[in-house]
């Protein structure tokens, strides 16, 4: 009987030890105020989100009403949570890390990238953000339209699904300028990548149409999600 149950066992632990080695870990939970949950990739239930543990591809992270996450990725980018929001760890490769979030509010620092050629890529229903060593906050809502705040450098945004949206332009056009000359507003569909630069915010409507626009200052002053992430950021940028 203890042969059996032995034989039975060791087959059990070498499946779970190499089904855990083959998730790549992408990321890591740095904080959490309030409430937030993990589904894994192939999962069906949440779990509890608790600060340090891993993320790997397809996982999905969502924060609860009243919450607020961080979540500290291996290539060195920095995202944090609003309330009511979610994201997917699509994928890490050589060139890119690439999250998605179907609808909240998230900030990303990528100052820290530790990899120089990667680009950090986040995407909404309808538009992608692509970024070297900025920061930015998008907002997706629930009727699929996605705005995106640069608050510091160069940040490439794209449709969404398109040939365009994966290849974002080359590395020397991400090299952090101050603010430029803001066009006045489009309303023509984003069918190519356009550089938005700090002090800009782009407006990308379900239908595909845009408009370019300066950050409201007084509202970004006022906006709790906006102070709290730039008092973070000063944090942060200083620690090694």
């Known amino acids: 009987m203890k042969i059996t149950r032995l034989m039975v066992f060791v087959p059990l632990l070498v499946a779970f030890t190499v089904s855990a ?3 790549e870990l992408v990321a890591k939970i740095r904080r959490v105020d309030g409430s937030a949950s993990i589904l894994r990739k192939g999962g ?11 993320l790997a591809e397809g996982d999905q992270f969502c924060t609860r009403s009243e919450s607020f996450a961080e979540i500290l990725y291996h ?3 920095l995202v944090r949570l609003d309330e009511n929001s979610k994201i997917t760890i699509v994928k890490l490769t050589e060139g890119s890390a690439s999250t998605s979030t179907p609808l909240g509010n998230v900030w990303v620092n990528a100052k820290k990238l530790v990899n120089g050629k990667r680009d950090f890529q986040l995407s909404s229903p309808t538009a992608t953000a692509a970024i070297r060593g900025t920061v930015f906050q998008m907002k997706a809502a629930a009727d699929s339209s996605t705005d995106v705040s640069v608050y510091n450098g160069k940040v490439a945004v794209g449709p969404k699904k398109s040939d365009s949206a994966s290849a974002p332009p080359p590395a020397d056009d991400f090299e ?3 603010p430029e000359e803001v066009p006045p507003p489009y309303e023509v569909s984003l069918d190519q990548w356009r550089m938005i630069v700090a002090g800009q915010v782009i407006s990308i409507h379900k239908d595909g149409s845009f408009s370019q626009n300066k950050i409201d200052p007084d509202k970004a002053k006022h906006d709790a999600f906006v102070k709290k992430n730039e008092s ?3 944090t942060w940028e200083k620690e090694k």
């Open 21 to 23: 080695a083959s998730a």
């Open 232 to 234: 973070l950021d000063a």
């Open 176 to 178: 952090t300028t101050g």
């Open 44 to 54: 069906e239930k949440w779990m509890d989100a608790k600060v340090g543990m891993p």
């Open 75 to 77: 290539d060195g980018a």
